[in-house]
């Protein structure tokens, strides 16, 4: 048992659970009641349409693939709800037609992706830059809410301090982690993620698990964005804006390999934890959001960084134990002698 704990603290999700206790040790000293249950719920659910996405950004990622345009479709859905409300038609069609539009931007990045095979980066790029385009056209500069109680009352809480977002977070999550950690879709994502190759010669259907991920980004992106609709209660051109900044940072951050084939749910949630934590720190000391989204871009050059350097240390440190040299390789039996 304590070694095992052991092992545990010295991984890469121990260090975030490390780093997580300092952000609230030091947040509490600064702001009395800060580990309340009302205000680590509100820290929450201020950002909980980013998280929500996370969870199946985490899943395109380990694939090997990436998604920019995730946080434009947020924008874009949020959008339709808001000029279709305005045009007549009922915030009950809006929304279905939200969806939609967030499955068909899914099919598109997955098409271009995994049938045609173009790199996913310059794909979700041109997404990022279409579909917030897009949102542009339909609405201009202008801010449209008045949305009717009952969609407003989404962005409430329902059960107690929880929002309905939160609720939904709570069940992704437990679906995220059953599927990556202990399912056969799971383990695929994986071998697609570490090697597409040689997976496709296993006979895995990668283009089809691909093409998936993908429409699963653009329709959670897009329940998101209808989400974030409802707790807004108006919404412009600039809604959602610079999220996919906050979603990558979790993601890699969370020790998932921006190369693919690795990571965990454990490591993403944490890092959840950490860059909320961390942004509400710096708010409580008084630095404006241009400082915080500082703070963020360089956590995710570290998220890239310090990983390889986390691993490439621990495995100095194994090869110690067993007695090899630094960057030795044990030779193996079938080819020794």
Known sequence: MARRLAGQLASWEGLLLAILAVVVVVNTASAPGYLSLQNQV?????????VLVVLVIAFVIISG???????????????????????????????????????LAGLNNGFWVAVVGLPSLVVTLAGLIGYRGLAYVLIEDRSIGNFPGWFV?????????????????????????VILQYSGFGRLVYAVG??????????????????GLFVASGFVSALAGVLIAARLTAVRGSTAEGFELDIITMVLLG??????????MAGVILSILVVLNLRNGISLAGFSGNVQTAVIGALLILSVLLPNLFATARGRLRRRALGRPDGGESIPASVSG
């Open 65 to 103: 693939e990436i998604d920019l345009s995730m946080a434009s479709v947020m924008g874009l859905a949020a959008i339709l709800v808001a000029w279709l409300w305005r045009a007549g038609v009922p915030v009950e069609v809006g929304i279905a037609v939200a969806l939609g539009a967030g499955v």
């Open 194 to 211: 570490s090697s597409p190759e040689v997976a496709r010669y296993s006979g895995v259907r990668v283009r089809r698990i691909k093409l």
């Open 153 to 177: 009352a989404l962005g409430r809480p329902i059960i107690g301090p929880f929002p309905l977002s939160l609720i939904l977070f709570a069940v992704g999550l437990v679906a995220a982690v």
């Open 255 to 264: 020790g998932v390999s921006i190369f693919g084939g690795s990571g965990r």
């Open 42 to 50: 509100n820290l929450l659910v201020l950002s909980i349409e980013k």
